[in-house]
């Protein structure tokens, strides 16, 4: 159950934004064109970017609500962002780019999940490569993994398919279904309809700050 | 004919109290230049530009200047340095562990620069989602912006080490140029000045002291070209 109504006034040069959303679906798919502060609502969620007011809640635990105080900084939200660019950490190996989540949120090794969500990305041959070597969508794909690897009580996905090529987004999608139906609700940021149709629970539409 | 190069034993002494003073003041400087880079780098407070100006104050000043203020500071008669020197039986004055102070003070603004640059340029996407991947403040800074930094951080150490190594006035005005405790390589070659006929002298430490600094400059270039591919890798 995700429970949000997120407010945010216009500063630092950006336009107002406002969303308001209560949902048992599983995945949300948020659409709207460029622009239109869609990456700004996945960062007030994922708590990087601060909102002047509202409340958000998932499965029952609330992360923000600014009547009574409460605002859980990013790190202690455990809610996974994959980034449009995949912001892989270029000093560390792409095998210690996957454990970094499970280090910092200090969980104990799950090798059956490790090998699972390495095995459906396909990156079990890049694990001893570095980062900097990868192609755009080895490394999305890597960003994924280390996303789902930290075991995220949310996952907000900013456009995560868009470097990937048609068979490796046919691949990917029933994950993403199935890891939904076990139990991670996700928010999925996409300008493509199908993947929307196919993907998406519920469909909210976001235009200069607003979602409706 | 080439017996003019080689040091007498009181010149390996200045040598040695040079580099010894150096690499002590770099080392004790370090992890206060790199928390003042970051704070500047990364943090708005109230008094940032104050603390900025002041951070850059001894390169701007005479340093003769910076070595008086040390003096009434941190000498035996000073404010801090009475105190230190009663309740922890530390004396900086007339001691090469004055001289390192000096030095560290004086190589400081260098190193800031330097490591304050690098921070600027680590990504805070890659920030932004070490903390999504639940990294606190203190992780990110640690995993993260640190090691992304670092060949610049080695940067400014090594730029804080070149100055530190030829570092005069303030010295000379803190510790005086006392052999085999604070005569450094510049002290020694003002003092070989002085003496008739101490040319070669001169010459020769000068000559150690261009090899030490230029190796110095190299080191601390070829850092920062390590640095600018790791920035430009993702």
Redesign the interface.
């Known amino acids: 159950m995700l429970s949000l109504a997120l407010e945010r006034d216009a500063h630092d040069g950006l336009f107002p934004i406002h969303i308001t959303l209560e949902t048992e679906a599983r995945i949300v798919a948020l659409s709207g064109p460029s622009g239109a502060g869609k990456t700004s609502i996945l960062k007030m969620i994922?708590?990087?970017l601060p909102p002047d007011r509202g409340h958000l809640s998932v499965s029952g635990s609330v992360l923000f609500d600014s009547d009574k105080g409460i605002n859980l900084?990013?790190?202690?939200?455990?809610?996974?962002?994959v980034?449009q660019?995949?912001?892989?950490?270029?000093?560390l190996s792409v095998k210690n780019n996957l454990a970094?989540?499970r280090f910092?949120?200090g969980l104990p090794r799950d090798a059956a999940h490790e090998a699972h969500v390495i095995a459906m990305l396909d990156i079990q041959d890049l694990l001893a490569r570095d980062?900097?070597a990868l192609s755009g969508g080895e490394?999305q794909r890597v960003a994924i993994g280390?996303?789902l690897l930290?075991k995220p009580r949310l996952l907000l996905l900013d456009e995560p398919m868009s470097s990937l090529d048609d068979k490796r987004k046919a691949e990917i999608k029933p994950y993403l279904l199935r890891l939904a139906a076990e139990g991670v609700p996700m928010i999925y940021v996409s300008h493509d309809a199908d993947e929307i149709a196919e993907l998406a629970g519920e469909v909210v539409s976001v235009d200069h700050g607003r979602a409706r | 004919m080439m017996e003019w190069l080689s040091l007498s034993p009181q010149e390996w002494q200045a040598v040695g109290i040079s580099v010894k003073v150096a690499f002590w003041g770099t080392l004790a400087s370090l992890p206060i230049g790199i928390a003042l880079a970051f704070l500047l780098s990364r943090k708005r407070f109230p008094g940032r530009a104050l603390l900025d100006a002041l951070v850059h104050l001894p390169l701007v000043l005479p340093p003769v200047v910076t070595g008086y203020i040390l003096l009434m500071v941190m000498g035996r008669k000073g404010v801090v340095g009475e105190f230190l020197a009663t309740h922890f039986g530390i004396v900086f004055s007339f001691r090469w562990t004055g001289a390192a102070l000096a030095a560290a003070i004086m190589g400081l603004p260098l190193m800031v620069r330097a490591i304050r640059l690098s921070f600027d340029a680590v990504h805070r996407r890659h920030e932004e989602a070490a903390a999504t991947l639940g990294a606190s403040p203190v992780m990110v800074f640690l995993t993260v912006s640190l090691p992304l930094a670092w060949p610049g951080i080695m940067a400014g150490a090594i730029l804080c080490f070149a100055k530190a190594l030829g570092e005069f006035g303030a010295t000379i005005t803190f510790v005086s140029a006392i052999p085999g405790e604070t005569e450094t390589i510049s002290a020694a070659i003002y003092a070989a000045l002085q003496t008739p006929d101490g040319e070669t002298n001169v010459m020769r430490l000068a000559l150690v002291s261009i090899a030490i600094s230029f190796a110095a400059l190299l080191a601390a270039q070829a850092m920062t070209r390590k640095n600018r591919s790791r920035q430009g890798g993702l």
């Not at chain 1, 900084?73 to 962002?81: D, H, L, N, S, Y």
């Not at chain 1, 660019?85 to 000093?91: K, Q």
């Open positions: 994922a708590g990087l900084p990013a790190w202690k939200r455990r809610i996974g962002f980034f660019d995949s912001r892989l950490f270029p000093h970094y989540g910092m949120n980062t900097g490394q280390r996303a930290a």
